[in-house]
């Protein structure tokens, strides 16, 4: 503890008596000075014992000392010490009702107490409490150093907390509680999400303090990492502002805590690139090497169904190195690194849930492989149609930088891994088509091919295998476009598909020969046949 005007009346060697303000003698000083100013105050910081003669002052003059004192506390002056026997044999009465008025406390000085004596008393008890709390600290650091080794983050936190006798929170990449000491800490941080969040977007090292009516306590965030952007944050919240040991034990964690984010790094890199070697043996038809490969790190994905996710940048913008995030984040960067922040999404929620995920960024394109119902597809559904949403709305539309497309396979086992990387393709191909941000290959399975026909392409190829017939249709000789798409919609029936017409069904023979004859193919081809049928079907959805 700092030393108090309180520990100095109490001092053995200095014999102070209390003459006024005996309420106030538990403040801390900050240092004794000596001045015989008529007005120190100019010279003040706050929290001065302020030593005295009153060699320049009429001490006896009580609105002279009611001002001199009322400007010794507006300033943060603590104390007044007067020595007797020097100038005033005793304190004038004006100055200790100035005093008493003013809540001031006024300390008596006898003559054989030297102003130096208080000097070095204040002087060495600041010392002391100095060594005390550097002691304290470099404690708090071996504390905190040992729970690293042995307990990682979660132990780094317990012991934080315990130091600053309040609570801790380390939050990741994407703004998500990763974890809390104690326990009952983490529904509080999770209310600072939004302030995480902000902290994100300035470059590390950042920190900032929350305070206020609607905290219950004072919190501190700081970002964690090397980079411009930061990986992670760390959240401690107190009753005040820390002293100095408890500054040393933030400190050493932010410390200890940034090494394991860098660490973490360094082995997702090395995960990374396991992975990339798992997928190509997958999609090579390898899959029992795929299992040797993987081991522990990703063998439990590839013992349940899975999807294959493959996600392109539309602007061209290749797939920048992540660091592991440990939980969701509805709160995913959304600007000019979509691929980037999908990555961030899925890894995310797939270390929050605990389960493993597959994640292979390739220069322009990532491929993920995920649980099938597991929280990295979900966060990947999110993502998306937190994008599309972004999309719909004018002033967070950024054009090129923000186009992404996603493509999402059926569920699949390892066996059928390089089919379920060409329906996440495929689905990809009709959402780039589209203009749609994710495509789901069960949900074109499970729907209509007629929106696909909608392709520039295919309506070309109509165009060109019907342009004979309409081109006839336009002579007024005879109706065969109306007629062909009657009579393959009866599938052939003659005499159906003639009363749909309202003709003959003789008429309706001779114009089916027609149509042989103009476009040169056998309508007994059932390839034929479907192609035509297509064809009507693009045409007509004009």
Avoid at 464 to 475: F, S
Wanted: glycine share 10%; charged share 25%; net charge negative.
């Amino acid at each position: 503890m700092p030393p108090t005007l309180a520990s100095l009346v109490h001092h053995s060697a200095l014999k102070l008596t209390v003459r006024a303000g005996e309420d106030h003698l538990d403040v801390p000083v900050r240092w004794a000075h000596v001045s015989e100013l008529a007005d120190p105050v100019p010279y003040m910081e706050g929290g001065e014992l302020l030593l005295i003669t009153a060699l320049k002052l009429d001490a006896e003059d009580p609105q002279a000392m009611r001002r001199y004192v009322k400007r010794l506390a507006g300033a943060g002056v603590v104390g007044l010490g007067f020595a007797v026997g020097v100038n005033y044999e005793e304190i004038p009465e004006a100055l200790v009702d100035a005093a008493r008025e003013e809540g001031l406390p006024l300390l008596e000085v006898p003559r054989r107490t030297p102003f130096l004596a208080i000097s070095k008393a204040v002087s060495a008890a600041i010392a002391a409490d100095q060594y005390r709390a550097v002691t304290a600290g470099f404690a708090a650091q071996r504390e905190l150093t040992k729970q690293a080794l042995n307990a990682g983050p979660e132990g780094v936190l317990g012991a934080l907390a315990a130091q600053v006798d309040g609570w801790a929170a380390l939050y990741d990449a994407s703004g998500a509680v990763v974890a809390a000491a104690p326990e009952w800490a983490g529904r509080r941080a999770a209310r600072l999400t939004a302030e995480v969040e902000r902290l994100r977007e300035r470059p590390a090292p950042a920190s900032a303090v929350v305070g206020g009516p609607e905290h219950e306590d004072r919190v501190e965030l700081h970002s964690l990492g090397t980079g411009r952007r930061p990986r992670a944050a760390l959240a401690v919240g107190t009753a005040a502002a820390p002293g100095t040991a408890e500054r040393y034990a933030v400190h050493s964690a932010i410390a200890l805590l940034t090494l394991t984010t860098e660490r973490s790094r360094s082995l997702h890199a090395a995960e990374q690139r396991v992975g990339t070697a798992v997928l190509r043996m997958l999609l090579a038809g390898e899959p029992d090497h795929a299992r040797a490969v993987a081991g522990d790190l990703y063998g439990g994905l590839l013992d349940a169904p899975f999807r294959m996710i493959v996600a392109e940048s539309a602007s061209g913008t290749a797939v920048r190195a992540h660091a592991p995030a440990r939980s969701a984040g509805a709160g995913a960067d959304l600007g000019g690194d979509p691929l980037g922040g999908l990555t961030e999404s899925v890894e995310s929620a797939a270390a929050r849930s605990g389960e493993a995920v597959l994640v292979v960024p390739e220069g322009e394109r990532l491929v993920v492989l995920a649980a099938d119902g597991g929280a990295a597809v979900a966060a990947c559904t999110r993502y998306a149609a937190a994008l599309e949403a972004a999309r719909a709305v004018p002033e967070q539309a950024g054009g090129e930088e923000e186009e992404l497309v996603v493509g999402l396979s059926a569920p699949a086992g390892p066996i059928a891994a390089a089919a379920a990387y060409k329906q996440a393709e495929q689905a990809l191909s009709v959402a780039r088509r589209r203009r749609r941000v994710l495509v789901e290959h069960e949900r074109l399975a499970a729907g209509s091919v007629l929106p696909l026909l909608a392709d520039d392409a295919v309506k070309a190829f109509a165009d060109g295998l019907l342009r004979a017939l309409h081109e006839h249709d336009a002579t007024g000789r005879g109706d065969l476009v109306a007629s062909l798409r009657a009579w393959l919609s009866r599938h052939g029936q003659w005499d159906a598909a003639a009363a749909d017409l309202g003709v003959h069904r003789h008429t309706l023979r001779y114009r089916m020969r027609r149509v042989e004859e103009i476009l040169g193919r056998s309508l007994d081809d059932p390839d034929v046949r479907m192609e035509l049928w297509l064809a009507l079907k693009a045409t007509s959805a004009e």
